[in-house]
């Protein structure tokens, strides 16, 4: 099992310019989530997705967008990168009917210039 | 929502010694507490979790407490070795909505 994937590892992109973070579990999980990662701010929550079809805000949704694909992938896009958008971001998915364990995916290390 | 509060933010110990980590939360609906320690350049990585009806669980050198009246938890690291050295985050999160809420997280860093 590769567990969680996630593409690209890196990324440097300027002011105004698109892309889209990838992340794919084979665990069968339900629920999959993105968050950010900033020095001294601990994981914020972006998206989530509790289960195929369907797709929440979290704490820090604005200027990002996602897309539940399958019951496998969930991405991440950002329309207009901006500076503040430079960070580490993480994919996680997990089992809705407990234990809640959660498991993280390499992450996307991000620079908007 | 959910608030959970770390501490401290940084926590350097030489090698053998004992480390703790507290963290407290603001609902008193959560009931399950999970830790995670990141490794410098990857994702973090569950590494002991207590739900609301166990008070203590340890797991070799690793163990957290549970004050669920006090709305604290708390980790505990014994025998510190330099392989320790990571970012820890504590979680809260409730049965009806399975979604944690992290800590902002702790270095801590073992000196040999």
Known sequence: NAGVTQTPKFQVLKTGQSMTLQCAQDMNHNSMYWYRQDPGMGLRLIYYSASEGTTDKGEVPNGYNVSRLNKREFSLRLESAAPSQTSVYFCASQENHGPYEQYFGPGTRLTVT | ?112
């Open chain 2, 1 to 112: 929502g959910e608030n959970v509060e770390q501490h401290p933010s940084t926590l350097s110990v030489q090698e053998g010694d004992s480390a703790v980590i507290k963290c407290t939360y603001s609902d008193s609906a959560s009931n399950y507490f999970p830790w995670y320690k990141q490794e410098l350049g990857k994702g973090p990585q569950l590494i002991i979790d207590i739900r609301s009806n166990v008070g203590e669980k340890k797991d070799q050198r690793i163990a957290v407490t549970l004050n669920k009246t006090a709305k604290h938890f708390s980790l505990h690291i014994t025998e510190t070795q330099p392989e320790d050295s990571a970012v820890y985050f504590c979680a809260a999160s409730s049965g009806g909505s399975y979604i944690p809420t992290f800590g902002r997280g702790t270095s801590l860093i073992v000196h040999p």
